[in-house]
């Protein structure tokens, strides 16, 4: 399968605790996109990628929260001290410059 | 105001009938894209387009960028059709991050 991967696909955490997802993009994709989706809500925008340099952060993306992309292929983002409210799909994407946008299947983030 | 609103919230329709879906959108675009969400959180890609009309199969979409509206079309609709819709758009000079609307919930009964 060469479409992008997303792990865990769920993953259930207490208050305070530290987690960190991966994403793995299409190979020759050189843009990767990090976006959050809570329920009944479209996503939203939380950072993206060029090869390494990350290029963009939203203001959603509070200091508790990290994006690396250290050789240009995979992806981590990492929530430190986890409150409820970033119960949500994280969803990462990846895309060749500005062409159309592939999606993993999203890891679902439960903060107890 | 969100900068990409749909219409409507939600739908229900038979097999066999013609849906349209709306999005208007507030800010300059350079692309407007239409993606497909099943429950478990997939989302797909449908159409990508900064002008006119296209069409796959079933589905066409189409963007009027003077007037900030786009509308997605299904004929001859099918229960697998049953989906949410979401229209999102690359704001000019945003080097393509995407802002989405809220979606649309299509079912499609027998």
């Known amino acids: 399968d060469t479409g992008v991967s997303q792990d865990p696909r769920h993953k259930i955490t207490k208050r305070g605790q530290n987690v960190t997802f991966r994403c793995d993009p299409i190979s020759e994709h050189n843009r990767l996109y990090w976006y959050r989706q809570t329920l009944g809500q479209g996503p939203e925008f939380l950072t993206y990628f060029q090869n390494e340099a990350q290029l963009e952060k939203s203001r959603l993306l509070s200091d508790r929260f990290s994006a690396e992309r250290p050789k240009g292929s995979f992806s981590t983002l990492e929530i430190q001290r986890t409150e409820q409210g970033d119960s949500a799909m994280y969803l990462c994407?990846?895309?060749?410059?500005?062409?159309?946008?592939?999606f993993g299947p999203g890891t679902r983030l439960t903060v107890l | 105001k969100n900068e990409v609103e749909q219409s409507p919230q939600n739908l229900t329709a038979q097999e066999g009938e013609f849906i349209t879906i709306n999005c208007s959108y507030s800010v300059g675009i350079s692309a407007l894209h239409w993606l497909q969400q099943h429950p478990g959180g997939g989302i797909v890609s449908l159409f990508m387009?900064?002008?006119g009309k296209k069409k796959h199969g079933r589905l066409i979409a189409t963007i009027n960028i003077q007037e900030k509206h786009s509308s997605l079309h299904i004929t001859a609709s099918h229960p697998r059709d049953s989906a949410v819709y979401i229209c999102?758009?690359?704001?000019?000079?945003?080097?393509?991050?995407?802002?989405f609307g809220t979606g649309t919930r299509l079912q499609v009964t027998l």
């Open positions: 999102a758009v690359t704001s000019t000079g945003t080097a393509s991050k995407l802002t």
């Open positions: 387009l900064s002008s």
């Open positions: 994407a990846s895309s060749l410059t500005s062409a159309t946008q592939y």
